[in-house]
C-alpha cells in the first residue's frame, strides 16, 4: 500500500531539517514504511504516518556521527567533565511496543472449533 508520508511530516514533528537530513530521512521513511506495510498492511493512514515518523526521528536523534554501538560518551579536561548516553546509539530502526500495539501487530486472537459437529 502506497503511504502519504514525506520528510514534511518528520520535520512539522520534530524540527526543521537541513537537506542532508532531508535526504536521510526520505531514505528512512521509505525503510520504516516497508517494515510496517510487511506487519500491518491494513493499517489507518494516520497511525502509519505517526508511527513512521516517530521511528524516522528515533533513528535520526542518534545522528550520523554517533558511534555505532556506544551507550555512553565521557570526556574530561582538567576540572572540567561531560557525559553522554544515547537512546538508541547505532541509529536503528524500530517501532516500540505501543506503536506495535497501535498497529494491531502482535494483539493475539482466540478462536474456538467444535470437533463434535452440531452448533
Given at each position: 500500500?502506497?503511504?502519504?508520508?514525506?520528510?514534511?511530516?518528520?520535520?512539522?514533528?520534530?524540527?526543521?531539517?537541513?537537506?542532508?537530513?532531508?535526504?536521510?530521512?526520505?531514505?528512512?521513511?521509505?525503510?520504516?514504511?516497508?517494515?510496517?506495510?510487511?506487519?500491518?498492511?491494513?493499517?489507518?493512514?494516520?497511525?502509519?504516518?505517526?508511527?513512521?515518523?516517530?521511528?524516522?526521528?528515533?533513528?535520526?536523534?542518534?545522528?550520523?556521527?554517533?558511534?555505532?554501538?556506544?551507550?555512553?560518551?565521557?570526556?574530561?579536561?582538567?576540572?572540567?567533565?561531560?557525559?553522554?548516553?544515547?537512546?538508541?546509539?547505532?541509529?536503528?530502526?524500530?517501532?516500540t511496543?505501543?506503536?506495535?500495539?497501535?498497529?494491531?501487530?502482535?494483539t493475539?486472537?482466540?478462536?474456538?472449533?467444535?470437533?463434535?459437529?452440531?452448533?
Amino acid at each position: 500500500m502506497a503511504h502519504n508520508v514525506t520528510t514534511s511530516d518528520v520535520a512539522a514533528r520534530w524540527r526543521a531539517l537541513t537537506a542532508d537530513e532531508e535526504t536521510r530521512a526520505e531514505a528512512l521513511l521509505t525503510d520504516a514504511l516497508a517494515r510496517i506495510d510487511a506487519l500491518a498492511p491494513d493499517a489507518d493512514e494516520g497511525i502509519v504516518r505517526q508511527v513512521a515518523c516517530s521511528m524516522v526521528i528515533r533513528a535520526m536523534s542518534a545522528g550520523a556521527d554517533a558511534p555505532l554501538g556506544a551507550s555512553s560518551a565521557n570526556w574530561s579536561a582538567g576540572s572540567y567533565s561531560g557525559s553522554v548516553s544515547y537512546a538508541n546509539p547505532s541509529g536503528d530502526l524500530y517501532m516500540t511496543q505501543q506503536e506495535m500495539r497501535i498497529l494491531g501487530i502482535g494483539t493475539g486472537r482466540v478462536a474456538s472449533v467444535s470437533l463434535l459437529g452440531g452448533e
